[in-house]
Nanobody
Framework: QVQLVESGGGLVQTGGSLRLSCSGPLGIFNVMGWYRQAPGKQREMVATLTGPRAPEYADSVKGRFTVSRDNSENTLLLQMNSLKPEDTAVYLC??????????WGQGTQVTVMS
């Protein structure tokens, strides 16, 4: 059974940083990344890695967030800098491979205090 597990969320002041991790069998996916969902809002793509292509980011996080993959640790990372209150959300990692459904983690809460 494929399982993705996020960690690294928490409470931080405006301007602070957090690093999220997602562990799982990342080698089976050709697309993986992070979404977030804030209360009362739709789920929003944050960052996506597709094979060897350059990462894609939501306009709202460009220049502040960096997605990367640590193959040795089988971990997907999201480095979040210069955090803003509007970044407050549950962050979920996902993985997708052809002819299969998307797999999601359970989510980790990020709260940015103003």
């Amino acid at each position: 059974q494929v399982q993705l597990v996020e960690s690294g969320g928490g409470l931080v002041q405006t301007g602070g940083s957090l690093r999220l991790s997602c562990s799982g069998p990342l080698g089976i996916f050709n697309v993986m990344g992070w979404y977030r969902q804030a209360p009362g809002k739709q789920r929003e793509m944050v960052a996506t890695l597709t094979g060897p292509r350059a990462p894609e980011y939501a306009d709202s996080v460009k220049g502040r967030f960096t997605v990367s993959r640590d193959n040795s640790e089988n971990t997907l990372l999201l480095q979040m800098n210069s955090l803003k209150p509007e970044d407050t959300a549950v962050y979920l990692c996902y993985g997708f491979r052809p002819f299969d459904r998307a797999y999601w983690g359970q989510g980790t809460q990020v709260t940015v205090m103003s």
